[in-house]
């Protein structure tokens, strides 16, 4: 059985390069900036991004300038370069990316990340057989500003009972963990959860930042239809959320700070009475179970 390693200033490949890949190459190339050459966390040297239109090349030249090489119908080529590949296709475009001839070879003994919602690492292994390394990554839309979420994946261990034709015939070093959690760091945070997790976690952070915008909306509305501006009402509501947002990330509890809040008698308690007459924790959480189950079935053929 062979390891999959990765050595420093490795050539990072994004294949089907859109908007997320663009986010994590302009992240990782502006962390290198003031990156400590101390470290002993493997980074990268050199970044090839794969497109088919030109206009995505263009855009991808704008956010990099002349860091990134851009491949235009490319795929096989770049792939051949790199040592870490990002997927970042959409679900249905997957088989036929990965079963294009020749790629199933030019992944040989490389890592393949793959950023799709739905499509499992057993569904990637088919295509890419035995020889990659495959893991799954869930980053979302605020990764583009370097405030993202992303999860991450790798497979499940064989138990010792399952046959040899079962295994995987690729392992990863201990350079792997460190050098995927690098990446996606440079966009935000980064977890690790069994790949089980992953559906949920799409309809959580992936699908989240929309459900926000609603109540943020929604709160903007509330102020301008009491006779804010309407800039000062967004505003507001926006800063209002980050920083409820960052006092949770810094340890307190939602309810602490929504006691904290709430007065007897006063205008908060009486908001927050209305909120609940309207169902808004159930409607929140029934969003995320429908999301859920919808992202389960993007992966699967129709």
């Known amino acids: 059985m062979s ?6 200033n490795y050539t990072l490949c994004m294949l089907a390069c ?7 190459l302009s992240g990782v190339l502006d962390s290198l900036l003031t990156f400590s050459t101390t470290s002993t966390v493997p980074v990268p040297g050199s970044f090839l991004a794969c497109v088919t239109r030109q206009e995505s090349a263009d855009r991808i030249k704008s ?12 795929h096989l080529n770049a792939v051949s370069q790199s040592d870490i590949v990002v997927l970042g296709c959409k679900p249905q475009l997957c088989e036929e990316i990965l079963t294009s001839k020749g790629m199933k070879e030019a992944l040989k003994g490389k890592l393949l990340i793959s950023v799709l919602a739905g499509t499992t690492i057993k569904q990637i292994q088919e ?6 390394f495959v893991i799954r990554a869930m980053p979302n ?11 991450i994946s790798f497979p499940t261990p064989p138990s010792p009972s399952s046959s040899t034709v079962d295994l995987a015939q690729i392992i990863p070093s201990p350079s792997v963990r460190p050098a995927v959690e690098w990446i996606f760091s440079q966009i935000g945070r980064a977890v690790f959860l069994d790949e089980k997790h992953l559906d949920a976690c799409t309809a959580l952070s992936g699908s ?3 459900f926000a915008c609603v109540m943020l909306e929604a709160m903007t509305d509330g102020g301008v239809m009491m006779g804010l501006p309407f800039t000062v009402a967004q505003e507001l509501a926006a800063q209002t959320m980050q920083g409820a947002a960052r006092m949770v990330l810094e340890g307190s509890h939602p309810a602490q ?8 008698g006063g205008c908060t308690i009486g908001g927050l009475l209305v909120m609940e007459d309207g ?3 159930s409607t929140i959480a029934r969003a995320i179970q429908e999301a859920t189950n919808i992202a389960s079935s993007l992966g699967k053929k129709k």
Do not use: Y
Not at 18 to 24: D, N
């Open 3 to 8: 390891e999959v390693s990765i050595k420093d």
């Open 18 to 24: 859109g908007t997320m890949g663009s986010a994590i």
């Open 63 to 74: 956010i990099c300038g002349n860091k990134v090489e851009v491949f235009l119908h490319g």
């Open 127 to 132: 295509f890419v057989g035995p020889d990659t």
């Open 141 to 151: 839309t605020p990764c583009r500003i370097r405030q993202g979420m992303t999860v």
């Open 208 to 210: 989240g930042p929309a």
């Open 257 to 264: 700070i929504r006691n904290s809040v709430s007065t007897p």
């Open 279 to 281: 169902k808004i924790r």
